[in-house]
């Protein structure tokens, strides 16, 4: 097979959470501790920094690899979802795995494997550790897939754990209060490993206490401790952080929720710094100057043109919505016009309920089984003040908002990764 082939077999031949969902979900880690002995446990091999949350762990996870990168590691980064392309999901200081790495794993492997029956992301971690060991990383940022505590990524043991936030997302499989999702997060916690929590309130707080004491592993709130006194954005679209330990940062991400992902970094790299991984604080300034070029970071406030002002964001919960509806709305366009679809297992209602009831909408439809039809995000819209028209695809709604806009409108595209990750791929094969 060659390299397309082999993917079309993964995403064909194992359960893929972003294509049908619950069904790919697997409880336990079985299969996850089979290929890590059948690989000689490739994740002992290095150093690992793992991190959790509902929201901003992919941020998290970049501009951490980005300081680590730096500083002069050699850094692997595994992440999820993908946007383009599967290998985005696998890198060493930025470089996505070779195409015939993954080609040669499948084709070597399939045979143990296979009568395994693993989730695709199940086999794609094993991967990764696979090769993060066998090209010597010196330390890798591991994104936890969903959860935490019977997460895939779970069978490591960190030098720090950070756990970003809590909010209701994937409650069918975490639970359906914070404290029942806090304590799946918390799961990644290890004994006499400290960890980061970055935003909590008193129901999670209590959680994490308590697991942390249980393990006897020291916990640090960055909310207790914030890094950044003021945030504000340049007019060159760079973020402007002045920080306690720091000075001036300048962050290449810039949407309005990256303050607080700037503050739990920061207090995780307080952390590196008492470790001793982290010695001279100048890789933290360049690390946040240049996360997207250094990780190859897509789909976060992601400027795609200047006239007219074209963003795309992949936020897709409330929690999400909370930031992204207001720098929205802050945006000085003559007309705003939004290309909007979302996934079954979210909240639709409530998200579409905060949208600016003045911009023009273009809803859709992304290439997922699990993307709500076009029709039905329309009617939902129309319930909640929205008015637009329906496309099949988010290239049709794209290009019907780009036609219809003035070199002076603000044009958004989002709503679910798989918007995001549709449009980027059109754009990708069009240049």
């Known amino acids: 097979m060659n390299y397309q082939e082999t993917i079309e077999y993964l995403f064909n031949s194992t359960p893929v959470f972003e294509k049908v969902g619950a069904s790919a979900y697997k409880e336990g880690l079985f299969n996850t501790e089979e290929l890590d002995r059948h690989f000689d446990h490739p994740h002992r091999k290095f150093k690992t920094i ?20 730096s500083a002069g590691y050699k850094v692997g980064l595994y992440t999820s979802p993908h946007l383009v392309d599967f290998r985005e999901r696998i890198r060493i200081n930025g470089k996505c795995i070779d195409e015939q790495y993954v080609v040669d794993f499948v084709e070597q492997e399939r045979d143990f494997f296979e009568p395994l029956h693993p989730s695709f992301f199940e086999l794609t971690t ?17 994104e936890v897939g969903l959860g935490g505590r019977l997460d895939c990524t779970n069978i490591i043991t960190p030098l720090l754990s950070v756990i970003t936030n809590i909010s209701f997302d994937h409650t069918q499989f975490l639970g359906n209060t914070l404290a029942k999702i806090a ?30 004491k249980a393990v006897n592993a020291p916990i640090f709130f960055a909310e207790d401790s914030k890094e950044v006194f003021e945030c504000s954005l340049e007019e060159n679209g760079v973020m402007r952080y002045k920080t306690k330990t720091y000075g001036i940062i300048k962050g290449e991400l ?42 190859g970071l897509l789909g976060r406030w992601q400027t ?21 509806c207001q720098q929205i709305v ?49 009617k939902i819209g129309e319930e909640c003040g929205l008015h637009g028209t329906c496309y099949s695809s988010v290239e049709a709604a794209y290009k019907a908002a780009c036609k219809e806009a003035s070199l002076e409108d603000f044009i958004f595209i989002g709503g679910s990764s798989y918007v995001v990750a549709d449009l980027l791929t059109y754009l990708e094969n069009n240049n």
């Open 50 to 69: 793992h991190v959790a949350g509902t929201n901003g762990k992919g941020s998290c996870s970049h501009t951490l690899a980005a300081i680590l990168q």
């Open 126 to 142: 094993a991967l990764a550790f696979k090769y993060f060991a066998e090209k010597e990383v010196d330390i890798a940022v591991i």
């Open 183 to 212: 304590a799946e997060k918390a799961g990644i916690i290890k004994p006499n490993v400290p960890v980061v929590i970055g935003e909590c309130c008193d129901e999670t707080r209590e959680v994490f206490e308590a697991k942390a």
């Open 254 to 295: 810039c949407g309005d929720y990256q303050q607080k992902n700037t503050n739990t970094v920061l207090n995780a790299v307080d952390q590196l710094r008492k470790l001793g991984i982290i010695k001279n604080t100048d890789c933290v300034t360049a690390g946040f100057a240049n996360v997207c070029e250094s990780t």
């Open 304 to 324: 795609l043109c200047k006239t007219p002002l074209t963003i795309c964001d992949t936020g897709h919960n409330v929690a999400g919505w909370n930031y992204l």
């Open 330 to 378: 802050r945006q000085k366009g003559k007309t705003k016009r939004i290309v909007f679809g979302m996934v079954d297992d979210k909240d639709v209602t409530h998200v579409m309920a905060m949208l600016p009831k003045d911009a023009v909408y273009y809803f859709c439809k992304a290439t997922t089984h699990r993307a709500i039809t076009e029709d039905e995000i329309q």
